[in-house]
């Protein structure tokens, strides 16, 4: 678990800092990955003086204050309870702090109603007081920690966890000041709740990692050429399982690459989504740089030991061991240097043939296939096409931090709209050549009825980006994630066809 731990007291030498050290060294104990903020350290101005805090310059803390909130799972706040509330210090670092597109989203400035950005994230407070904790609680109705722990950060989503209310500490004994630093180390001894939930949140942090939302793709693109080059033959299944799996650990070992080689950019992109912007779990810091390391690692070792049972296995296998080369140089040379060609405006090709041309042709080649057939090439090129598209519109959140470090994207060498202009175009394009391969005779049986979904779903796309262009503001500067449901789906047309008439 991922604890930011804030200390809201002016004053380090206080017994709020002793608290907060004390839960701390329990949060630690516990096996958590603890992370300190000391408001009397950071440097900011407390004050909002424009019409909405986003606007305002975010000073170095109080940038370093937003990458560690967004990393965090668990937030634990120490401060005394003055005059009801929370210093206020603590009020300014809040007011600089949640802030609309980071903490809450409104979905429309006429209507009520808010995205709560913060869903999944649990807060604490442990404060001292000089009124008795029960009539704070019961007669005064606690009023600061519930502008805490209700009002502000329940407002984006974080679910409150039971804290510490201690005192008073007017009146206490250096007997019951030591109790209470007991209190706070137990709390952070039980912030993990138990090894096993260690071990779920590891497990789903590699699962994210894995982003498994794009392997079906890949899989997809193999088996139809596995299935093509089988059609009049056996099915030899032992190569087909060989190279897919061989294929998979290297998609894994790409995506680790991703992750741990495009940080910089990951880091500060604001827009991120489910089909963009990195699995975010080192941004998140749920996995280390050495985690991923390891991934990637272990990965490759898995793929290239795949690879070589699947050459073996190969009609070809000098063909196979060619191809093969060319996917390992190519699918790991998205982000990995020294080709990085995502950062040369190569990106988006390389996506598109490696998961249509490449593909294909090893499931092509393992099942006995040739090179110059033309089958494969008919299926492969507009599946290459229609691919295009979903990769050129996923760099549009991107883009703002893609520039940030240099990034050569195509959204950010064209600019968002022409990157735009140039996804619609090629939309139109695939469907155009997967109607003319359906009256072809190599691919005419496996695009047979096409036209009937393929146009429909074409037609609507395109209005999506036409509605996309007219919108005044860039549309680079907000997420797609409705556009890119269609643009993904689109796909589905050039391998889901395919995959029917070739398995029936």
Same mark, same amino acid.
């Given at each position: 678990m991922n604890v930011l731990l804030i200390l809201g007291h002016p004053r380090k030498n206080s017994l709020c800092g002793a608290l907060y050290e004390a839960y701390r060294e329990?949060?630690?104990?516990? &096996?958590?990955?603890v992370e300190t903020l000391v408001l009397a350290d950071l440097a900011f101005d407390p004050d909002v003086h424009v019409e909405s805090p986003e606007q305002q310059f975010y000073e170095p803390d109080i940038e370093r204050a937003r990458e560690l909130i967004d990393w965090a799972d668990h937030l634990v706040f120490v401060y005394p309870t003055w005059w009801g509330a929370t210093p206020a210090r603590l009020k300014g670092f809040l007011d600089r702090i949640v802030t609309p597109g980071f903490g809450f989203r409104f979905r429309d400035p006429d209507k009520l109603g808010w995205d709560k950005l913060w869903k999944g994230k649990t807060s604490q407070a442990i404060t001292t007081m000089d009124t008795p904790p029960l009539l704070y609680r019961w007669f005064y109705r606690q009023p600061g920690t519930h502008a805490?722990?209700?009002?502000?950060? &329940?407002?984006?989503?974080?679910?409150?966890?039971?804290?510490?209310?201690?005192?008073?500490?007017?009146?206490?004994?250096?007997?019951?000041?030591?109790?209470?630093?007991?209190?706070?180390?137990?709390?952070?001894l039980t912030v993990m709740g138990g090894h096993g939930r260690r071990l779920r949140r590891q497990a789903s942090a590699w699962l994210q990692a894995l982003r498994l939302q794009f392997y079906p793709m890949s899989w997809a693109a193999y088996t139809i050429g596995a299935l093509a080059a089988a059609g009049t033959g056996a099915f030899a299944t032992a190569a087909y399982w060989w190279g897919y799996l061989c294929l998979f650990a290297l998609e894994a070992a790409t995506v680790f690459g991703n992750d741990y080689f495009d940080y910089e950019s990951d880091r500060r992109n604001r827009a991120a989504g489910p089909f963009n912007g990195g699995s975010r779990m080192l941004v998140k810091?749920?996995?280390s740089f050495g985690d991923?390391?390891?991934?990637?690692?272990?990965?490759?070792?898995?793929?290239?030991?795949?690879?070589?049972?699947?050459?073996?296995?190969?009609?070809?296998? &000098?063909?196979?061991?060619?191809?093969?080369a060319v996917v390992f140089v190519f699918t790991l040379g998205y982000t990995v240097p020294p080709l990085k060609l995502c950062y040369r405006g190569l990106g988006e090709l390389d996506v598109a043939v490696s998961h249509s041309f490449m593909m294909l042709f090893a499931g092509y080649l393992l099942q006995g296939g040739g090179w110059l057939a033309g089958t494969p090439w008919l299926l492969a090129l507009p599946?290459?096409?229609s691919i295009l598209p979903a990769i050129i519109l996923s760099g549009l959140p991107d883009r703002h931090a893609d520039?940030?470090? &240099?990034?050569?994207?195509?959204?950010?060498?064209?600019?968002?709209?022409?990157?735009?202009?140039?996804?619609?175009?090629?939309?139109?394009?695939?469907?155009?050549?997967a109607l003319l391969a359906a009256h072809l005779p190599p691919a005419r049986a496996a695009y047979r009825g096409i036209v009937w979904g393929l146009v429909p779903h074409a037609g609507?796309?395109?209005?999506?980006?036409?509605?996309?262009?007219?919108?005044?503001?860039?549309?680079?500067?907000?997420?797609?994630?409705?556009?890119m449901v269609l643009a993904l789906s689109y796909i589905l047309w050039f391998v889901a066809v395919p995959f029917w008439h070739l398995v029936a």
């Open positions: 329990g949060a630690v104990q516990a &096996g958590a990955c805490l722990l209700r009002a502000t950060l &329940g407002f984006c989503g974080v679910r409150k966890r039971r804290g510490l209310m201690l005192g008073p500490v007017r009146l206490s004994s250096r007997r019951q000041r030591q109790a209470w630093l007991e209190q706070a180390h137990h709390a952070g810091r749920y996995l991923l390391r390891a991934g990637m690692a272990v990965a490759l070792a898995a793929a290239l030991t795949c690879a070589a049972f699947a050459i073996v296995l190969a009609p070809s296998p &000098g063909a196979m061991t060619v191809l093969l599946l290459c096409v520039i940030d470090i &240099g990034k050569g994207t195509l959204p950010v060498r064209l600019g968002a709209r022409r990157a735009t202009w140039l996804a619609l175009i090629l939309v139109i394009i695939a469907a155009a050549l609507v796309l395109v209005l999506a980006l036409l509605q996309l262009l007219r919108r005044r503001a860039d549309p680079a500067d907000r997420r797609i994630d409705g556009v």
